[in-house]
């Protein structure tokens, strides 16, 4: 049979074959261990019961009560947990709590005796309080503290009204946490699973001296593995932990992360010379070698949609309605995904809510279609030149495009370098960073544009609807619509279905007609895994890539 069709066939399995539901982003390091240090464990390894795999970039920290990204979540989702976890069927299932209740006023958690801290002390309810108070006080500053706002006075806490005594939850003894809500939240066990849910230890936390999470010696867990090692820069490694109240379901003793780079062809040389257990994000050159090889395929639709973030400072270029129009009329997303990065799993994006959202008794986006934007160069133009003589400008400035240094980030932002020219006569300066300095790029402003993806961070629509709010520190291009945020309002506090989507609708409306974003693609997920490596969980909600009830098989 001939590669072409070798090729075909094996496209036509992958296409075929049911995504898995997954997420997580990627992470990104720049370097690795010496190749003797790799080859002495290897991709698997049956006699110590252990794998070795690669990380895109370094994890920011590990702080959950400050964490931002998936990067870290990734690594946080196997060394913690908190008081519920999703399992093997992605659904919500018992964690540090054995059960719980949620009511329309709030939610009890009755927790388990035997959850232990990674020091063998146990998990209390005290530790829950500690690390949500310090989430929403204003002095952590996290990025994610919105996601409490559900708890009583946590908003207004946040917004330094009040002191972070003032939380609604509290211990009832060591083993019951009481929460009430500022509003119903149906959805609250979803929340739970986040990590900026997890627990701290107070004790431990004041310890470290502002240096909790910086290092595996600043850290303490009580999840299924421990950080035993992070040479920045270099490498990770992590241990199963005795203490963990389920560790005879965790089959793996060791995942060490001896390569930590995000260039794809490097990690496909690695898999094939047996020194690690997957590649996850395959690109389209990563696609063919994999072709080539004649490596089984497989595939999972991550659950985050893609899109150009603008900044809507003052001062800024993109802050005129115009400027933007004349980007969102240009834009030609079926072009990115099938000319551009050439990803078979990815798909066209055409709003901020990704295509597998639930609306009321179908999916949102048919229930609540998004206004369509049709490309149209003459139009963009025609824009481009009332964005002109509203800032009084001669030519424009360049405007500056921010993104990652991994190889899809280049080749998008290198398309769209040329694309604004060609079409706007716009110059473009690339603002390439590695992820850690992209992010604080991104939430001190300085971009006109970057590109950027959002994941789901629990099950609900909300969960890319608040996004935009004024509110949201993750509205990196500072956003402000008093329309908008009424319509959040609405979507976060109504218990009627009915008006909880048609809110949803009209935040998507909003959002496209004022041209806060540009969507461009749904990612899916091509990776190849090590035949010997079984039990991996792919999800959209959750921990990404999921090593916790891994196994190996030999001779499968």
């Known amino acids: 049979m001939s590669r072409a069709a070798v090729r075909q066939l094996v496209w036509l399995g992958v296409l075929g074959a049911a995504a898995l539901v997954g997420l997580m982003g990627a992470l990104a390091w720049a370097a690795s261990l010496t190749r003797s240090d790799a080859e002495a464990f290897g991709a698997v390894d049956f006699e110590r019961n252990a794998i070795s795999i690669r990380l895109r970039q370094e994890p920011p920290q ?98 330094g009204e009040l002191p972070p005594a003032a939380l609604g939850v509290r211990a009832v003894g060591d083993r019951v946490l009481e929460v009430r809500f500022a509003r119903p939240a149906p959805y609250f066990d979803k929340l739970v699973v986040f990590p900026t849910y997890f627990p701290v230890r107070e004790d431990f936390y004041r310890s470290r001296q502002g240096r909790y999470g910086a290092d595996a010696w600043e850290l303490l867990s009580n999840g299924p593995f421990v950080l035993t090692r992070w040479v920045h820069g270099a490498s990770m490694r992590l241990e199963k932990n005795p203490f963990y109240w389920d560790r005879d379901a965790v089959k793996l003793e060791v995942i060490e992360i001896p390569y930590i780079t995000p260039d794809t062809k490097a990690a496909l040389n690695l898999y094939r010379d047996g020194e690690i257990a997957d590649v996850l994000q395959l690109d389209a050159e990563a696609l063919e070698q994999a072709l080539d090889q004649r490596w089984p395929l497989a595939r999972f639709a991550d659950g985050s949609v893609w899109f150009l973030m603008l900044n809507h400072r003052p001062g800024r270029l993109t802050a005129n309605y115009h400027f933007r129009k004349a980007l969102q009329l240009v834009n030609d997303p079926g072009e990115v995904v099938n000319k551009v990065l050439k990803i078979p799993s990815y798909s066209v994006a055409d709003s901020l809510f990704p295509s597998w959202l639930r609306g009321e008794h179908d999916l949102l986006k048919r229930e609540y279609p998004p206004p369509p934007v049709q490309r149209d160069d003459a139009a963009a133009r025609e824009h481009l030149e009332m964005a002109r003589r509203e800032l009084g400008l001669d030519r424009f400035p360049p405007i500056v495009l921010l993104s990652d240094d991994t190889p899809g980030a280049v080749t998008w932002g290198e398309y769209l370098q040329s694309h604004w020219r060609s079409t706007l006569g716009l110059d473009v300066i690339l603002d390439r960073q590695i992820f850690k300095l992209r992010l604080e790029k991104a939430e001190q402003g300085d971009f006109d544009v970057v590109l950027y993806g959002w994941g789901p961070d629990y099950d609900d629509p909300l969960t890319f609807g608040d996004l935009f709010a004024s509110w949201n520190l993750n509205n990196h291009g500072r956003y402000v619509n008093p329309e908008l945020d009424a319509q959040i309002r609405i979507a976060q506090m109504s218990v009627d279905p009915r008006e909880r989507m048609a809110a949803f609708g009209e935040i998507q409306r909003i959002i496209l007609e004022d041209v806060v974003i540009i969507p461009t693609y749904e990612r899916g997920q091509m990776y190849i895994q090590h035949p010997s490596l079984k039990g991996v969980v792919h999800r959209a909600i959750g921990t990404e890539v999921d090593y916790t009830r891994a196994y190996l098989v030999r001779d499968p």
């Open 62 to 159: 590990l702080d959950s009560t400050r964490t931002r990204d998936t990067e870290s979540g990734k690594i946080l989702g196997h060394i913690k947990e908190g008081l519920l976890r999703y399992d093997a069927r992605n659904e919500v299932a018992p964690g540090v709590a054995e059960r719980w209740e949620i009511r329309p006023d709030g939610a009890t958690f009755w927790l388990r005796e035997d959850a232990r801290w990674s020091d063998g002390r146990p998990v209390t309810a005290h530790d829950f309080v500690f690390a949500w108070r310090t989430v929403v006080d204003p002095a952590t500053a996290a990025d994610y503290a919105f996601l409490l706002y559900v708890v009583e006075n946590a908003e207004a806490i946040n917004n």
